[in-house]
């Protein structure tokens, strides 16, 4: 067995699945907004980021079963700020725009995913 400390993680990852933490916090993104008429504006403001649990495995009472548990990082709750544009060629010369912000994230379930998504290698 290898040493190297990536290998280690690896194996501690792949071993103890329930004992892996789990991280998901807002980032900080920037979008330009760009609407005909409109000069391009550069805006700040937030999505999710991070690591969930996850995984698939045989059920340990029916071996034919699979047991899935997805979680991904999702926000939990959102802002709507207003951008002011400057619009030179619109009439009136200025247009605000909503833009949506993460403000809060958690690991939350993932969409559904039905058996065929999941692999099933011959052995």
């Keep these: 067995m290898s040493s190297h400390p990536a290998f280690s993680t690896l194996m501690f990852l792949v071993s103890g699945v329930t ?31 991070g690591m969930c649990l996850s995984y698939t495995r045989v059920s340990s ?3 034919l079963e699979l047991e899935r548990s997805c979680k991904c990082c999702k ?7 207003s951008v002011k544009l400057s619009c030179p060629d619109l009439d009136p010369p200025n247009l605000r ?12 379930p ?5 058996v065929e998504d999941v692999a099933t290698p011959d052995f």
């Design 61 to 63: 009472t029916n071996y």
């Design 75 to 81: 926000a939990d709750k959102f802002i709507v700020a």
């Design 110 to 114: 993932c969409n559904s995913i039905t």
């Design 97 to 108: 725009v909503p833009l949506k912000k993460a403000e809060s994230c958690s690991c939350r």
């Design 19 to 49: 004992m892996v933490s789990t991280i998901c916090v807002p980032v900080g993104t920037l979008h330009t907004i760009s609407v005909p008429g409109c000069r391009p504006k550069s805006v700040p403001s937030t999505g999710c980021r």
